[in-house]
């Protein structure tokens, strides 16, 4: 197994820079849960607006579109490797849009998955959409989806309810996107809000499992598992994102960091539905 970019010195969050088909096929642990965000590839030039100001919708090279056939292959083969590496009663999350949910939804069934939900993250603060030619962009989609379509999975029914105010938990999510205190050692271009990992996570892992995001990024995913006492793994090509997934680790651990991220959470989550 290649050394880590990164590991705390109880193994509970550990990094791999590299490209995340090679580091899947080093990874040795039976894998309870994974997060992926892989790339919308949305990079095409293109303009929006971000805090009131008209900006580029590049994110960087590895989000740039290539070819549909190029596209669907890099899908399945990631997914595929994913799979071997998951228990048999592992789940997967993967965020996404219109421009890949449904290469998603038709390779998963493929490699013998069985979706379980589409979540719909609704943003409660979403960028206007400034050519007024069509309706605002104010959702992302997260597939869920289990291992084998008859071996049974871990759900926290019993907690989704009760944040939901005794009532069953609806598919659909109100949270906001990332406020001023996620970003206290930068920013990650697509980066997601603690609130919605830990939903996820809570959802779907007990306390010692091991999450895995083969996207990391900045380790939004990773964050919210050691909060919530669980391990992970995460993968990314890119130098500076590896560098700010550690920064926030190394922050997180400062007195009274996670105490604050707990309270964030549970204020987050009880008004998401």
Known sequence: MPLPYFQSSNKDFTLYQDDCLSALDNLQQPLNMVFADPPYFLSNDGLTVKNGKIQSVNKGQWDKFTTDDETYAFTYDWLAKTRDKMADNGTIWISGTHHNIFTLGRILPQLGFKILNVITWEKTNPPPNFSCRFFTHSTEFIIW??????????????????????????????????????????KHPTQKPLALLAQIILASTEKGDLILDPFTGSSTTGIAANVLERNFIGIDKESEFMKLSQDRYQDLQQEGRKQFFKEQFNRLLNKSM
Do not use: T
């Open 145 to 186: 989806a289990r291992k084998h379509p008859k071996v049974p999975h871990y759900f926290n029914y019993k907690l989704m309810k009760q944040l939901n105010n005794d009532k069953q938990m609806k598919d659909v999510w109100r949270l906001p996107a990332i406020a001023k205190w996620e970003k206290s050692c930068g």
